[in-house]
């Protein structure tokens, strides 16, 4: 839908933010790529226990919602 959404506001690039080897990213690259938009990617470090968990693949606990 964001894309979608550019191109009909005739945007030229789309800014997205993830971890280091972001999916997301990635994704947005390709797709806003094939319909002629520039992607800015900002890229931050992973904390190095999210890295261990998805390498050893190691379940994350579930944390409750709260209301801010």
Do not use: E, W
């Not at 933010?17 to 900002?42: D, E, F």
Request: hydrophobic share 40%.
């Amino acid at each position: 839908f964001a894309i979608a959404d550019a191109l009909r506001k005739k945007k030229k690039y789309m800014v997205t933010v993830g971890g280091i080897g972001t999916n997301h990213g990635l994704a947005t690259t390709i797709h806003c790529s094939r319909a002629g938009i520039k992607t800015v990617l900002v890229l931050v470090p992973q904390p190095q226990k999210v890295v261990q968990q998805h390498s050893t693949a190691a379940r994350t606990p579930a944390i409750p919602s709260r209301t801010f």
